[in-house]
């Protein structure tokens, strides 16, 4: 079993957000940015998590139900105090504790990985994670001795003129010895101006007991940046999402534009699928090779088959099977299923539906609730009638049959197999298979009428 835990600082409101929402939950890159730290803290080997949480803590909780354990810090009154909440968690552990902040969503695994390491193999009372800053102001300064290991940290306000010349800072990540840790834990007081527990005073203990305390430096500054305020957020959404992009290049997937392509975190993509301009591809999607993606396309959780095409459609948990034309101008709605073939053409809304293979819808048709099957014809202006004002009908239409134009199908109705529906009908009853079905009035023409009405 691996000898880390993770805990993970996100019980602060983040006022300069101006949000109800808490700060950690706010998305990047599809999901909240607490979650790609604790998908950080998995990949580097953490065993465990534990959350502290106390702004809408309740809300927290829920989003990350199953993925960590939790700690409640009612007030917040510092970090050290925040970490003294896990420790419940920490009694009987004797392994390493990595200390993380909720708000810093562009932490990757192979940083976080790298720190342990190092720490490891340091074999330190305390590690921190330092950055070089091109502008290091308001930052606290690591300060080392010329062994390299950290002799104290200073807060900004604090530091000499000597100091403020240091461009490495803290980025209030650690690992600690869990035994050690504990310890400092109660030595902790806030005798400070701020009346707050903090936890650099641990480091400065640890010190003071003459523990060594080694520092690992990041390679990119931006990956240790936390988020306060909504410029900041838009600034990491950037960053993840130029970082997916240029992933998905590297294996083989043409982006055409990445300055006008939005592709969350999660996605996969297969090789030689092309995505166009102006497309979003969002939470779980997935799409498999030779495909072509947009241009003006919005796909959220969605599963996408190999060598389809669509443009200028908005579909939302969907299946759409291998080989499968799609838009212009089209909504899938939840719980669609195109199979392999499909064509589904302009102006055209699927919900709730099943279509069977090299099924047709070409243009201008609602098709809801419905189950269709193999090489059906669906004509212009069809729609299926699924609503009594009360209850949802299903509407089946079996292999091979035809739909002329204009036809409305109320619900709950069968159309089976190999038969027709003639142009303008509004079915109401069952067509059996190999069956015309026609439901219209009759046409009745009244020779010279246009002439006495313009008289």
Same mark, same amino acid.
């Given at each position: 079993?691996?000898?880390?835990?993770?805990?993970?600082?996100?019980?602060?409101?983040?006022?300069?957000?101006?949000?109800?929402? @808490?700060?950690?939950? %706010?998305?990047?890159?599809?999901?909240?940015?607490?979650? %790609?730290? !604790?998908? /950080?803290?998995?990949?580097?080997?953490?065993?465990?998590?534990?959350?502290?949480?106390?702004?809408?803590?309740?809300?927290?909780?829920?989003? !990350?139900?199953?993925?960590?354990?939790? /700690?409640?810090?009612?007030?917040?009154?510092?970090?050290?105090? +925040?970490?003294?909440?896990?420790?419940?968690?920490?009694?009987?552990?004797?392994?390493?504790?990595?200390?993380?902040?909720?708000?810093?969503?562009?932490?990757?695994?192979?940083?976080?990985?790298?720190?342990?390491?190092?720490?490891?193999?340091?074999?330190?009372?305390?590690?921190?994670?330092?950055?070089?800053? &091109?502008?290091?102001?308001?930052?606290?300064?690591?300060?080392?001795?010329?062994?390299?290991?950290?002799?104290?940290?200073?807060?900004?306000?604090?530091?000499?003129?000597?100091?403020?010349?240091?461009?490495?800072?803290?980025?209030?990540?650690?690992?600690?010895?869990?035994?050690?840790?504990?310890?400092?834990?109660?030595?902790?007081?806030?005798?400070?101006?701020?009346?707050?527990?903090?936890?650099?005073?641990?480091?400065?203990?640890?010190?003071?007991?003459?523990?060594?305390?080694?520092?690992?430096?990041?390679?990119?500054?931006?990956?240790?940046?936390?988020?306060?305020?909504?410029?900041?957020?838009?600034?990491?959404?950037?960053?993840?999402?130029?970082?997916?992009?240029?992933?998905?290049?590297?294996?083989?997937?043409?982006?055409?534009?990445?300055?006008?392509?939005?592709?969350?975190?999660?996605?996969?993509?297969?090789?030689?699928?092309?995505?166009?301009?102006?497309?979003?591809?969002?939470?779980?999607?997935?799409?498999?090779?030779?495909?072509?993606?947009? @241009?003006?396309?919005?796909?959220?959780?969605?599963?996408?088959? +190999?060598? /389809?095409?669509?443009?200028?459609?908005?579909?939302?948990?969907?299946?759409?099977?291998?080989?499968?034309?799609?838009?212009?101008?089209?909504?899938?709605?939840?719980?669609?299923?195109?199979?392999?073939?499909?064509?589904?053409?302009?102006?055209?809304?699927?919900?709730?539906?099943?279509?069977?293979?090299?099924?047709?819808?070409? %243009?201008?048709?609602?098709?809801?609730?419905?189950?269709?099957?193999?090489?059906?014809?669906?004509?212009?202006?069809?729609?299926?009638?699924?609503?009594?004002?009360?209850?949802? %009908?299903?509407?089946?239409?079996?292999?091979?049959?035809?739909?002329?134009?204009?036809?409305?199908?109320?619900? &709950?109705?069968?159309?089976?197999?190999?038969?027709?529906?003639?142009?303008?009908?509004?079915?109401?009853?069952?067509? &059996?298979?190999?069956?015309?079905?026609?439901?219209?009035?009759?046409?009745?023409?009244?020779?010279?009428?246009?002439?006495?009405?313009?008289?």
């Amino acid at each position: 079993m691996s000898q880390l835990m993770a805990v993970i600082l996100a019980a602060g409101k983040g006022t300069r957000m101006k949000s109800t929402l @808490p700060k950690v939950l %706010h998305r990047v890159g599809g999901k909240p940015m607490v979650q %790609h730290v !604790l998908g /950080a803290a998995n990949f580097a080997g953490a065993a465990k998590s534990v959350v502290i949480v106390g702004f809408g803590a309740e809300s927290v909780t829920e989003a !990350l139900t199953g993925q960590a354990e939790f /700690a409640v810090q009612a007030e917040q009154l510092g970090t050290g105090h +925040a970490v003294m909440q896990a420790k419940p968690q920490l009694a009987n552990f004797n392994g390493t504790v990595m200390v993380l902040c909720g708000d810093t969503p562009l932490l990757t695994g192979e940083l976080l990985q790298k720190l342990y390491r190092e720490h490891t193999k340091a074999q330190a009372a305390a590690t921190v994670l330092t950055a070089v800053m &091109p502008d290091p102001a308001g930052y606290g300064r690591v300060i080392r001795n010329t062994d390299g290991q950290v002799v104290k940290i200073v807060e900004h306000k604090d530091a000499s003129p000597a100091e403020l010349a240091v461009r490495e800072i803290n980025t209030g990540i650690y690992c600690f010895a869990a035994g050690l840790l504990l310890k400092a834990l109660d030595s902790l007081t806030c005798n400070n101006s701020q009346g707050e527990y903090y936890l650099t005073d641990v480091i400065a203990i640890l010190n003071n007991q003459g523990e060594k305390v080694w520092a690992v430096n990041a390679d990119d500054y931006r990956e240790t940046l936390g988020i306060n305020s909504r410029v900041q957020l838009a600034e990491a959404e950037g960053i993840i999402r130029r970082r997916k992009l240029e992933i998905l290049m590297e294996n083989g997937v043409t982006i055409m534009d990445p300055n006008s392509t939005f592709i969350d975190a999660q996605v996969e993509i297969g090789p030689d699928t092309v995505i166009y301009p102006f497309t979003w591809i969002q939470g779980q999607s997935k799409i498999g090779a030779n495909s072509v993606i947009g @241009p003006s396309s919005r796909l959220s959780d969605t599963v996408v088959g +190999a060598q /389809a095409t669509i443009h200028f459609t908005y579909a939302h948990d969907c299946v759409i099977g291998n080989q499968v034309t799609v838009g212009p101008y089209v909504h899938l709605r939840p719980q669609t299923v195109l199979a392999d073939g499909v064509k589904i053409g302009n102006f055209v809304e699927v919900k709730n539906t099943v279509v069977g293979e090299k099924s047709k819808i070409p %243009h201008l048709s609602y098709i809801g609730d419905t189950d269709m099957g193999a090489g059906v014809n669906i004509g212009s202006g069809t729609i299926t009638v699924n609503y009594d004002g009360v209850h949802k %009908h299903r509407t089946t239409i079996e292999d091979n049959a035809f739909i002329g134009c204009n036809t409305n199908l109320v619900a &709950p109705v069968t159309v089976g197999r190999g038969s027709y529906v003639a142009a303008g009908s509004t079915i109401t009853k069952n067509v &059996p298979p190999g069956s015309l079905g026609v439901a219209r009035a009759r046409q009745n023409n009244i020779e010279g009428w246009a002439e006495k009405q313009r008289r």
